[in-house]
């Protein structure tokens, strides 16, 4: 027979031990989150936004003006996660672009989605060198097209071809209504 104190430590052993087992697989099996997270990023003067959906896609949407944007990426997807799915640019003018630069130099991103216009700033010359030697794929969208993952739709509102046409580049943004099974967010 074994003696209470004994018992007591046994079970108290296996109760450290079966905690430390649960812990140790939830940090090494970690997986995606299967919610939706929206990340409005802190970029300074600009827009920047990140949808993260289950299974590990993430969309950006915009970078403002500079360097900050990198960081607040960083602080949104961990140290560990340098793959970015779509990086879309709602219009070509350095408060929406200029923090994309340092993004494509630092992560793998799978396609550069935008409207098709040309920006003036002598930056957007960078901003298509780092989408270039990133290796992403260029896509041009406007109203009606539509990106679909799983449950999960990002459908164009504008511009239209009649919006590229006005020489104003906010006039010619993308606007985006995202489309999830629950909720929809618009992205203008």
């Known amino acids: 027979m074994i003696p209470k104190n004994d018992r007591q430590n046994y079970l108290l052993a296996l109760v450290l031990l079966a905690a430390n087992l649960f812990i140790w697989n939830a ?3 970690w997986s995606a989150s299967d919610n939706v997270e929206l990340y409005f990023l802190d970029v300074g003067q600009g827009d920047g ?3 993260s959906l289950p299974g590990d896609v993430q969309i950006l949407i915009d970078g403002g003006p500079g360097i900050k944007t990198l960081s607040e990426v960083n602080k949104a997807l961990g140290p560990a996660d340098h793959y970015i799915d779509l990086v879309i640019l709602s219009h070509p003018q350095l ?3 200029g923090g994309l630069i340092d993004v494509f130099k630092n992560y793998s991103v799978g396609a550069f989605i935008f409207n098709g216009q040309n920006g003036k700033a002598l930056a957007y010359k960078d901003l298509i060198k780092a ?8 896509v041009i969208l406007g109203e009606g097209d539509s990106i679909k993952y799983k449950d999960y739709v990002l459908e164009i509102l504008a511009p ?3 919006d590229l046409a006005i020489k104003e580049s906010n006039d010619g943004g993308l606007v985006i209504m995202f489309k999830a099974p629950n909720f929809k967010a618009l992205y203008t």
């Open 27 to 29: 940090i090494l099996f």
């Open 49 to 51: 936004q990140l949808i």
């Open 131 to 138: 989408v270039e030697e990133n290796g992403a794929s260029s």
């Open 95 to 97: 408060d929406h672009f």
């Open 160 to 162: 239209s071809s009649e």
